[in-house]
């Protein structure tokens, strides 16, 4: 098994009175696409935002690369190369589509500082982020501002990246983009923690998975495993993918 | 480039400076209270640009910005009071001299009042509406008597320099140089507010983190320090804005924050929180409706500013440029 | 018995039991005790504050709804009173008249603003209220010719409730039985009876759906029930609760102006007495009223003193200059906001959780 950039151990959230994560074991394997699975209500997104920092542990230990991250602010987190898109995607609707990928680019201060060959890769991953590039973000549609807060996050080279279900409201031909991207992203050595739905992300990216049940991962292994046991997949998702 | 813009809101200002046209009659009495409305609406768009920022960005309300306004009020008192042969002279540039540096200092020492208020009445309320109410309005209460302890609770006159007095003629119309003053400032204000905000780094965080917080912190931007920073500068224009409605009335009481206050809530709601831009165009429409009524039926001033309002909210509930995403 | 006046809302704290029922007497038997006028003016205001504050925690702790136009409801029951006996005459028809008027007047102003408040979100419905107060302020001190402008209005109440009307001739226990102590004792009893009325009605099922709506409207809507209607109806009660208590300001004064009812001042100190007795809480209204009025009418002397002892420095001798007043109390107020959150009442409610049970 090789090592573990991300891990959690019995993560405990509460949100106000809402006791959302019941003890979460999570460990999101170096290099490796784990996806994190569930119904609605899981859990899932919740995980996300206490790694990210936006909700804090009530409880328990989240360790990335070797730190004790648990405790950290957002920004913090974000500064070790973390990336995030959120479930709604985080986009600045009033910001023209340059200006949105200038903000998540901290290395530059000035157009010329964002690397020019990765994002002409980026253009080639997501065309309609180059053909917009001037216009308001707002303007986009849902397919295209998921592209652009995929876009985004990848700007620069990151060491993680966690992703919130980039598939939802997306044509089959632009999801097929999105996996091919997310394939690419994997070759560059990025690790990547995804919550999605769709199972062919699952079927040609993911080397592991974790499903949650109730605030808390009731099964975890390699993808393999769970994508030839059928009725392993019909008692914890309740379809078979 | 905005290919599509929102002229609406923007065309309200000309519709009603035409459409009272009719009720005033006279074209040079007409001349005359519109660019008093537009001096005045400058005026309060100065204090309230801060105000709606410190808002947008990080959803804090303030009901104690009154007691920037008056800080610097009374500031240029004391500064104008020891330039006395400057102000005294009929020289424009001598008067300028004076009151360039009284606005300096009035906008310095509201600035730092405003980083005290921040760190030690505000910040420990982030997020909870009710007690930042609460609180700011006690903040208030005590800035305004801290006032009265040092300037004395009287009303203390701030006359104009002897140059900037008196009228300019266009054809039948007077105005007021003072006034013409105010526009200008009120302009080169909103000019600088406008480039700091579309062609730099840090206005460009302004902008996001108005519209989505959490996501320009997860983009890794420590956005709590640049709220202090805007704190600051709503401060410091709140004070800048004291100077000028000083001058305008041509005197300060300690009360003149809590009564400007009420105005400039009624700016932002009708410009959308937020938003600089609407909080122009609420400004100047808060301003010229003022001197309108003021002109044609006196008793129902602030009522009619509180119409106003009412009307635009049932047509746009969220202010006219509501800010995305809350 | 006392379960059904209480509407089950006992103090559920002992200390908070014995300092309701000291209040009680005291303020019963108020005259006697404490002898001077000085002393029945703060009495009698602290009744007429009982009122106010706990109509307006009915609308901020039980409901969740903050307005600055409360004050407006407050001031026209006064002026009621006042235009009513001003122009009809020291009569009980005057203050029928003025009373009814001032309560249909507050009710379609309150139903008014409670159904805009739904409009719009409850950071700009706080703002709006604000300005719609100081408009309502303005406009009392400029339709002069009905209010008495600035000046504001004197007026004389029935001669049963004035000083010259004597019960008796002969003091009782020092006091004289006169129409004054008549007035004072009507207020008492209407103070009385319209916060036990206000515990019934929080207490009541409208209240616990009042609550549930200041929790989580979303919800409450989600379970079917409809919050317009509950909210402007709280919005109604609590102004026509505040308007009785600007009727018994009116008749105990027999003066009232801007300043008496609807300065903002008045406004703070309701803000005030409410953080510091504890919201959501009616006993709140009670035991932060008493606290709040008495050392305000004390702390003035009491500034003076500390004024005047530091004469040798002039900048602390103004500080604490008894005109000054405003300022400790926004000091204070600031420091119960951070440190006493739930108020007096809720400190000593969570104090009493923590002993053990005999």
């Known amino acids: 098994m090789s090592d573990n950039l991300l891990s959690l151990n019995g993560v405990h959230t509460h949100i106000g009175a809402y006791h959302i994560l019941h003890g979460v074991d999570l460990q999101v394997a170096r290099g490796q696409l784990t996806m994190l699975l569930g119904r609605n209500g899981a859990g899932k997104t919740t995980t996300l935002r206490t790694i990210m920092g936006l909700w804090h542990a009530s409880k328990g230990r989240i360790m990335f690369d070797g730190q004790d991250i648990t405790a950290w602010d957002t920004p913090n987190i974000a500064g070790l190369n973390v990336a995030y898109v959120p479930e709604n995607m985080g986009i600045f609707s009033d910001l023209t589509v340059k200006e949105n990928m200038l903000l998540a680019a901290r290395k530059a201060s000035r157009t010329n500082d964002m690397d020019d060959a990765r994002l002409k890769w980026i253009f080639t991953l997501f065309p309609p982020v180059e053909k917009f590039w001037n216009h308001p973000a707002g303007k986009l549609s849902g397919g295209q501002k998921q592209m652009l807060a995929v876009a985004r996050a990848i700007v620069e080279p990151r060491t993680l990246l966690i992703v919130d279900e980039p598939s939802k409201g997306l044509a089959p031909a632009i999801i097929n983009n999105m996996i091919d991207a997310f394939a690419q992203l994997k070759a560059t050595g990025t690790t990547i923690l995804l919550v999605e739905q769709n199972i062919n992300f699952a ?37 078979a993918i | 480039m905005n290919l599509d813009f929102d002229w609406k809101p923007l065309a309200l200002v000309p519709v009603l400076a035409l459409g009272v046209l009719p009720f005033i009659g006279s074209p040079s009495t007409w001349l005359t209270l519109t660019v008093a409305g537009l001096a005045m609406g400058m005026i309060i768009f100065i204090i309230a640009s801060g105000l709606t920022l410190v808002f947008g960005l990080m959803d804090v309300l303030n009901f104690g910005h009154g007691v920037f306004i008056a800080l610097g009020a009374f500031v240029a008192t004391t500064v104008l ?34 980083l005290a208020f921040e760190r030690f009445i505000v910040r420990p309320v982030y997020g909870q509406h009710l007690k930042q109410i609460l609180i700011t309005m006690g903040g208030m209460i005590i800035g305004e008597e801290l006032i009265k302890v040092i300037w004395g609770p009287a009303q203390i006159a701030l006359p104009l320099p002897e140059g900037l007095r008196g009228a300019v003629l266009m054809g039948d119309a007077a105005i007021e140089k003072y006034r013409l003053l105010a526009v200008v400032v009120g302009m080169i204000v909103f000019a600088v507010l406008a480039w700091v905000l579309s062609r730099t780094k840090i206005g460009l965080l302004i902008r996001a983190g108005v519209q989505d917080r959490e996501m320009v912190e997860s983009l890794g931007y420590r956005i709590k320090r640049l709220f202090v920073g805007v704190f600051v500068v709503g401060s410091a224009l709140a004070g800048l804005g004291g100077v000028m409605w000083g001058l305008y009335q041509q005197n300060v009481t300690p009360q003149m924050g809590a009564q400007v206050n009420v105005l400039i809530f009624i700016v932002i709601i009708i410009g959308g929180l937020g938003s600089t831009g609407g909080a122009l165009i609420g400004a100047l429409l808060v301003g010229l409706m003022a001197n309108y009524t003021g002109f044609l039926v006196p008793k129902v001033a602030l009522f009619s500013n509180i119409a106003l309002m009412v009307l635009i909210l049932l047509w746009r509930p969220q202010g006219v440029y509501p800010v995305a995403n809350r | 018995m006392i379960k059904r006046l209480l509407s089950d809302d006992f103090p559920r704290s002992r200390m908070l039991a014995v300092l309701l029922v000291l209040l009680l007497i005291a303020l019963a038997f108020a005259p006697f005790i404490f002898p001077g006028v000085k002393a029945l003016n703060v009495a009698a205001k602290v009744l007429i504050f009982i009122v106010l504050v706990a109509s307006f925690d009915l609308l901020l702790g039980y409901t969740g709804i903050v307005s600055f136009a409360h004050t407006m409801f407050f001031g026209i029951g006064a002026y009621g009173i006042a235009i009513a006996t001003t122009r009809m005459g020291p009569t009980w028809q005057a203050l029928g008249v003025g009373l009814v008027s001032s309560l249909a007047i507050s009710f379609v102003l309150a139903l008014l603003v409670g159904l805009f408040s739904l409009r719009v979100r409850a950071i700009f419905f706080a703002m709006i209220t604000l300005a719609v107060a100081s408009a309502f302020l303005t406009l009392a001190s400029q339709l002069s010719d009905i209010t008495g402008g600035e000046d504001g209005l004197s007026f004389k109440v029935p001669e049963v409730l004035s000083s010259s009307f004597q019960l008796s001739s002969t003091p009782f226990l020092g006091v004289s039985l006169d129409g004054r102590l008549l007035c004072y004792y009507l207020l008492f009893f209407a103070a009385l009876t319209l916060l036990l009325a206000m515990l019934r009605i929080v207490n009541s099922p409208f209240g616990r759906v009042l609550q549930a709506i200041r929790e989580n409207e979303f919800r409450a809507e989600a379970i079917g029930y409809r919050v317009v209607v509950y909210r402007t109806l709280s919005s109604i009660l609590s102004a026509l609760f505040a308007c009785l208590a600007g009727a018994m300001l009116a008749l105990w004064l027999r003066y009232n102006g801007p300043d008496t009812s609807l300065s903002f001042e008045i406004m703070m100190d309701v803000l005030l007495i409410v953080v510091i007795g504890g919201m959501g809480t009616m006993y709140g209204s009670a035991i932060g009223a008493a606290l709040f009025l008495v050392s305000q009418s004390y702390l003035q002397d009491l500034l003076r003193l500390g004024s005047e002892a530091a004469a040798p420095l002039p900048w602390l001798a103004a500080l604490l200059s008894p005109d000054r007043w405003l300022l400790w109390l926004g000091v204070l107020f600031v420091l119960s906001v951070y440190y006493f959150p739930t108020g007096v009442v809720g400190r000593l409610r969570a104090a009493a959780l923590d002993k053990p049970r005999p």
């Open chain 1, 203 to 239: 079927k040609r990216l993911g080397d592991n998975v974790a499903v949650m049940d109730n605030g808390q991962v009731v099964h975890a292994g390699a993808m393999q495993e769970l994508a030839e046991d059928e009725a392993l997949q019909k008692s914890l998702l309740g379809l």
């Open chain 2, 81 to 114: 009071g020891l330039m006395g042969d400057w102000t005294g002279s009929p020289d424009l540039w001598r008067n300028l001299v004076a009151i360039f540096p009284a606005m300096l200092v009035a906008m310095a020492v509201s600035g730092a009042l405003g």
